[in-house]
């Protein structure tokens, strides 16, 4: 809707028009900017901006406006409740087969990346992250993989606003080589964590993407040292960019 008439969006859109635009938008927002796309004046989007600020439903950050936590949540929320979580599970489990190896999937949070969905290997040795865990975004093959395709900007931002703490000896504490890595993993397309999270485990990660090649996820595979190397691991890469394709798929057909 591009309406410059006030009137002409009805006063239960408006809120859902914000979140859905900023749910499009790769990056933040200030509430004039909003307001120019939506077409509202000045004194009303700043109202309403406030208001789902306050209620946790949008964040600000140094650049705007993105969508809070609530926002996120109800987003994750109606994915589960459509059946492509089913179909999402089914993907997940063929590429457990493929690999032999336990799969996850994963999105970005405040806090770090958070696990939604997995898969466990039949080993009776594997390195147990349960559903619902949240893990650092500079020590893990999908905190990197989430990184990685962010814009330079944001990207340079988060790496050097975050305290890069060591979680072995292999994590990368520096944040120009993090951001030199980065950019590796954005050209290849895929990341990985060679022990940098947990001493003796390995781990790839590549990111799901929609239509646009906005980033939604990330999929990923990991497994115990010796067992599952990082070259082991990188050798998976084709399989798992096959399953994120899948996933594409399903999440938008949702």
Sequence with gaps: MDGNDEGRIPTNLRTLMILELLGRHQGAMTAAEIGRAIGLPKQTIHRLCNTLTEEGFLAQDAGGLRPGRRARDMATGILHASTSHIARHQILRRLAEETGETVNFVVPEEGGMSYKDRVETDWA?????????????????????????????????????????????????????????????ARQGYAIDNEEFIEGMAAIAVPVRDATGRYMASIGVHGPVPRYSAERAASFAPLLEEAARDLADVMMEA
């Design 125 to 185: 040795f594997r390195v147990q992250l349960p559903v619902g865990s949240n893990v650092p975004f500079h020590c893990t093959a999908s905190g990197k993989s989430y990184l990685a395709l962010l814009k330079k900007r944001d990207r340079t931002r988060i790496v050097h606003a975050r305290k890069l703490e060591a979680a072995t000896p292999n994590t990368i504490t520096d944040p120009d080589r993090l951001l030199a890595e980065l950019k590796v993993i």
